[in-house]
Each structure stands twice: as C-alpha cells, then as structure tokens.
C-alpha cells in the first residue's frame, strides 16, 4: 500500500480514524496525536498516513 513519506504519531482508534501502516506492515486506524490530549488505555503509535487518504485523484 503507498503511503506518505513521515512517519507520524497517532492516537489508534476504531470508528473515524484515517488509515495509517506501521513500520512492522500492520494496517491502523487513527487520528493525530494531539499533545494536550492523552487517553487512559490507549497508546500512541508511529506510522505512516495511507496516501490514498489524502490523494488528489482518489475516487477518479
């Protein structure tokens, strides 16, 4: 799957997340890390954005 370029920190959610893929291959669904939010439970992971979720050309 392409992806973009930075690898990021997100937050892992299940329902409105974008598609992310960690550098072990495993695809995620998450949103940004925000600094000032922090959720018991939960931890923040590294990954890459699927570049399908931000490409100019999807659904064309």
Do not use: N, W
């Amino acid at each position: 799957m392409p992806v973009e370029q930075e690898l990021v920190e997100i937050t892992p959610v299940e329902k409105i997340g974008r598609p992310y893929v960690t550098e072990d291959g495993q695809v995620i669904y998450g949103l940004p890390t925000a600094p000032e939010c922090r959720y018991k439970g939960i931890s923040d992971a590294k990954a890459y954005l699927c570049h399908f979720a931000t490409c100019l050309y999807r659904g064309k």
